[in-house]
């Protein structure tokens, strides 16, 4: 029998785990700092401006839009300020096309590296998404911080709500992006298939047009869109007396987990036959 003064002896197989387990918890933080470093010195560093062109694409965008329709409209559906109604919009747009994107080539970009057995494709997914959130978070608080200041907006900010949506946009991006990473390596042509398959999601997804204001049955039929509901959020946000009552956050949540969830077992599944593709 055990006496009080005595302390219990730890297996060495439990302590050799556990080593194990912060090893390895210590490589994959040091692989995913390493590719996101990678990542900005080749995505950021390599061209003139850097990171001022990330922030001029959505900006640019919000500008012509603002241009091309305050000369036909009086006001924008919502509010009176053109430039906030289109980012509120645009930004969370940003944000789910520039993860999905980043996502997506994941593999591609980081194909010698995984051939080391401290960097996994994991790794590589988590760190450009990781990347590309933060730097889309950055430009969107830049342009509407530049937007409230520099114009008579009226708005009154929930953070909640943009949080929510911001939070939505980017797990869309993360699940479509994983999924895509695994077509895009079984299949190369399918990163120019995507291209052109998102290219009039702008036009559907209810960044441009005010949802509410578009006809039946075509109303319905838009709202199997996710990003339509997240653009939803995104603008209640910023118009309190906005209710956005299409709105469905489970349904956001399966047309992001499930393809995140399909993209990981497949990764896992045919991850030698994705490396020596």
């Known amino acids: 029998m055990m006496s009080q003064t005595e302390t219990p002896q730890i297996p060495?197989?439990?302590?050799?785990?556990?080593l194990h387990a912060r090893s390895r918890k210590a490589a994959t933080l040091r692989a995913v700092l390493a590719l996101i470093l990678r990542e900005m010195s080749t995505t950021y560093g390599r061209s003139p401006g850097g990171y001022i062109w990330a922030i001029l694409e959505p900006a640019a965008g919000i500008a012509l839009l603002t241009l091309v329709f305050s000369v036909g409209f009086h006001s924008p559906s919502l509010g009176t300020s053109f430039p906030m109604y289109y980012a509120t919009g645009l930004l969370p747009f940003f944000v789910f096309l520039t993860t999905s994107n980043a996502v997506m080539q994941s593999i591609q970009f980081s194909r010698q590296l995984l051939a080391y057995p401290s960097v996994t494709y994991?790794?590589?997914?988590?760190?450009?998404?990781?990347?590309?959130?933060?730097?889309q978070i950055m430009v969107s608080f830049i342009v509407f911080a530049f937007i409230i200041f520099?114009?008579?907006?009226?708005?009154?900010?929930d953070f909640g709500n943009l949080l929510l949506a911001f939070a939505l946009a980017a797990l869309l991006g993360?699940?479509?992006?994983?999924?895509?990473?695994?077509?895009r390596s079984m299949l190369p042509v399918w990163q120019q298939v995507w291209g052109?398959?998102?290219?009039?999601?702008?036009?559907?997804?209810?960044?441009i047009f005010l949802h509410d204001l578009i006809p039946q049955p075509y109303?319905?039929?838009?709202?199997y869109n996710p990003l339509v509901h997240v653009v939803g959020i995104s603008r209640?946000?910023?118009?309190?007396?906005?209710?956005?009552?299409?709105?469905?956050?489970?349904?956001v949540l399966l047309?992001?987990?499930?393809?995140?969830?399909?993209g990981l077992v497949f990764l896992r599944r045919y991850k030698y036959d994705i490396l020596h593709y």
């Open 236 to 251: 209640s946000a910023f118009y309190p007396y906005y209710h956005a009552e299409y709105v469905d956050i489970v349904f």
């Open 196 to 207: 052109i398959v998102t290219r009039p999601l702008v036009l559907i997804s209810g960044v």
């Open 174 to 183: 993360l699940g479509t992006g994983t999924l895509n990473c695994f077509l």
């Open 255 to 262: 047309c992001a987990l499930i393809p995140l969830a399909l």
């Open 122 to 135: 994991v790794d590589s997914i988590f760190a450009r998404f990781l990347l590309a959130l933060v730097t």
């Open 150 to 157: 520099a114009f008579d907006t009226r708005v009154s900010l």
């Open 12 to 18: 060495s197989s439990a302590r050799l785990r556990s």
């Open 219 to 223: 109303r319905d039929w838009l709202e």
